[in-house]
């Protein structure tokens, strides 16, 4: 059994305790959070050890593993001291919000065989993955573009906009590391414009966007095309389009049940979409803990690893100037 | 030109003689309705020729054939008038109410050359005529079960009803031809079930029902399945399902955009289905058309015609005769 | 904890038993199967009691309730002593292949509290559920017919299609079980049409039929129809339609992933439909298992009771006897 | 009677002919091209007038309007014949390849009263508007992104490639036509991506792509996004997206019927979109010659006027210097 410590018992770290100790060769061995009440609520629901403090699970020779779902600021520290104490990582994504520190932690890290893995939850979905298949399959021919749209039901509380790192860094890490994924290549130039459409005040005060368009290329010209919006009126909209030489494979949208309904008032009406992350990626965020097992078990590399996150990052700063420059930005500036 | 008079300027009648004279190859030789203001008003909006009386039209060496959109009772009488004269004939559905009466109109025409051509228009839907391709080209193998919806979107007026000859005989009607013309092979059985739920009270005073669903086996055990409505809320729901040994085709609904909307109380939400049937099938009477004028020139048959408007009625006269007895009922009976 | 012994470990029994282990609130209390080497494997893999026989089970005070998924001929034995024992009962459907020993079992579990619920899993499906609240919920008004397709992806082998009490008592009574969970009030009468389609051969030598058509009619006049075949070539094919005066609700067949493709040989092409039950009513079995466990606790009744069991029966026997008759068959004749 | 003379009597000119003759207020005055056994072909087949020359049809009295299907080259000179003439224009899109000529061709028919439209067919198609009509009904709320998928189904012969004008003035135009359409505002800014996919060699030789991403955003932010390739191998691909603040609208693929099949190898198979875009937009081409006439009659205004050709042109030509230059580019630096 796989012995995994979860720091943070927000939302996300509950889940993902919740996972832990559904996973048949991983066991929850403890958690941790900065706010004492969640930590002794979260131990006592999960039955599991309530711990002290960070140190202590770095400390215990009870963890195998930590997951970490704290806040963005302490996750390069976290990744650090679990590295240190040779326990495994999987961190939360964004790994920091300053490209900076991301380069001195992974300077840090450089040559550990501690494994350490980022939280790109949707690399794991099983319909993401089968569209991607199509690819390696040669089902739809060589890859020409990967179009994703990725809205969020709704705008997140402003304290959170205003810590959040600014909507590339937050919201489209996801998309830009999913279009890596898929394009199973570098991208070498990035072009990104933002708007201000759902909260222009907000966002101007934070220097921020809600609307964005982004555009990945890569050195053999394959193209992405990443659409987002803070707030999606019929909820939180996740599609995929893999364009190619033979053919295209769409990942659809997921709705809470295939029940249409024909009313005098429409027809064909779907169900809601599953609202929001937590529900929309639910096998994808058990299928990434499988992958952290097999990780620690030595049985399998993590799908995404600290390289991608920093990457990742890299594509996030690259859309925040090339808005602020309005031109393409090429990665090679970032190195 | 094929010069084609119509009989009967309602509705039908008049979207009739607008195909007619779209036709490339046929006219509109004239229009004539009991209701002379109708004649009138139609022949002139159409600049037709206003016949005083369907003799005249029988009567009249410009005319080459007669399209029958008169009310039922007067159809067999019109046919015959019309075979008796050398033109040939397409007769709304259904021919006659009464069995007896279509029997012995057959003797009648019996052995004419004169085509007399039946309107089912449903089996010139390109939608449906695409279904059945699969079956002829063996594409979903050996045809095991048709399953027709048939719901028109409001029950028609009372005055409608009462002179219908009933559901079976009056909407079923289409239906039961639509399941021979799938079916390829002939019907030996019938079982039908009508319900009183739309409106109890007018279905009770007139013997009649307005939910439906009808059973027909063939020789070989072939199924077919028809469920009517006189009501559905969310409008005209006109489908085929053909099940096979090596797959299905189903033709689906037709919506009046292929607009699909996203709302935040509800997703996919489609356009509404095209109502009524003039809506519906105007590709399908249009092409019903074109096959008269092929008729009229000697290059085709009729592809339904006197006989496959006598079976149909047989079909709907067992429907009921099931329905009065709880039985299936054979068709031979009827022979 | 609900400690629960699972009798039979064929491919169903072993999926009851690991929803029994993954349930919160139940415990599998151990396994008994009369091939005692799968006993022993299967409790070997689950890690539970190898019991040498149903008599050990029923006496021991470590169970609570019983999960019945042994051959059909067994259940009401089965079903007796796990009611005399004070054991809470889950059975596969059907009771028994003879109305005579149900009736007999009925008789003899008479008056007892302990509670006996039948393995009716579709009614525990998700989008099949949420397909009915939509008539709960009056949102399609009055419901008049509900549309039942239910297609199996492939012919049994033949020994299980002579053993199994032919088409209408193994198959069509899940179909006839939803169709009463469906319209809301008991049916008087029905209507059966068999055809021996798939392979006529065996089929002849069971005096059974391969593909089907039910009509069910209710008191008030709602309307079900069923249609089944024994092969669906494109694979597990369930749906179902409810038609009702305000509107019409679907619940549409299951995918393995949501991926649409577009080739040059067809577009929106969609993935494979979950084959068969195990994966198609996955959610459906384990929600099953979660009524039972309520059931035990005393905190719900079985959604699907043993008289929901012998009146499904009831309705198999009805439609043997309306094919062999071919005439409608009233409920009351069985009683 | 509009008496319309259609210049050009290639594949387009031949189908606007048609339009133009089945149209209920217009007549086809006559037909003319350079390669005089066309001319003649389809004066017969129409039984139109076969005119010896352009300058015969602005000289004649015989001739109300024009209609300019010719190669691109020729249409600034025909357009200001035809202004000079006082005949009303329709001209095919673009209205050149040079927006110096363009320029100089809007100063010479500066003021005139002669209404000059383009051919911007795409404005037209039923689905395109009713989606638009969710904007403009307040139905998605205000509009924050416009994404159009725009694929052709095959390569173009390398000569029409060669003399194409490049991909974003040859097939991108009617997509950054169809943006403002959408939009609803002046766009501000471009921001254009092409690769060299489908032919390489061909592309680089005439400096020009054959897979394209395009970025449009307007004065208030809002963004559209235009995907183009010139192959997809599953056909025609035509999609529009319009996402607002309250829900979002698409006008989806058109497929040649609504039959969907299910097989062994896939299920839902939809029909082939329809190929190429004289199919796909029949309803708009007819809807355009609608607009025309009723322009020629001075009932409406067009559509798409000489300014919303320039201003595509524009767009196609900020493209080419997007690319060019790697960033975006601002439309006020064309003027």
């Not at 590295?83 to 920091?96: N, R, S």
């Amino acid at each position: 059994m796989a012995r995994i410590a979860v720091l943070g018992c927000g939302r996300i770290g509950r889940m993902h305790a919740a996972n832990i100790e559904a996973h048949p060769r991983s066991s929850l061995a403890g958690v941790f959070d900065v706010h004492a009440p969640s930590t002794k609520e979260v131990a006592e629901r999960l039955k599991t050890r309530n711990f002290a403090s960070a140190e202590d699970i770095f400390a215990s020779n009870e963890v195998d593993a930590i997951l970490i779902a704290t806040s963005t600021s302490t996750h390069v520290d976290y990744i650090q001291d679990g590295v240190a104490a040779g326990k495994a990582v999987l961190c939360e994504k964004p790994i920091d919000l300053s490209l900076e520190r991301v380069n001195a932690c992974a300077q840090k890290i450089a040559g550990t065989s501690v494994p350490v893995m980022i939280g790109f939850c949707r690399r794991f979905d099983p319909d993401h993955r089968a569209a991607r298949q199509t690819v390696l399959d040669g089902e739809i021919g060589e890859l020409h573009q990967v179009i994703i749209t990725s809205r969020d039901p709704g705008l997140a509380p402003d304290a959170y906009i205003r810590s959040s790192g600014g909507i590339f860094r937050d919201m489209t890490i996801h998309d830009l590391d999913l279009a890596r994924f898929m394009l199973g290549e570098e991208v070498v130039a990035v072009t990104a414009h933002g708007s201000r459409l759902v909260n222009p005040t907000l966002m101007a005060e934070c220097g921020d966007y809600d609307t964005a368009v982004v555009t990945l290329v890569t050195e053999s010209g394959k193209q992405a095309v990443i659409t987002n919006s803070r707030q999606a009126a019929y909820g939180y909209d996740q599609r995929i389009e893999l364009f190619g030489s033979k053919g295209m494979a769409i990942s659809e949208n997921h709705h809470e049940t295939r029940v249409s309904k024909h009313l005098s008032h429409g027809t064909d009406i779907a169900a809601p979409l599953e609202n929001f992350f937590i529900e929309r990626y639910r096998a994808a965020f058990a299928a990434e803990i499988d992958n952290f097992v097999d990780t620690i078990e030595g049985k399998a590399k993590p799908e995404a690893d600290f390289e991608d996150g920093r990457k990742a990052l890299i594509l996030a700063d690259a859309c925040f100037k090339s808005v602020a420059e309005a031109r393409t930005v090429e990665i090679s500036e970032f190195t």
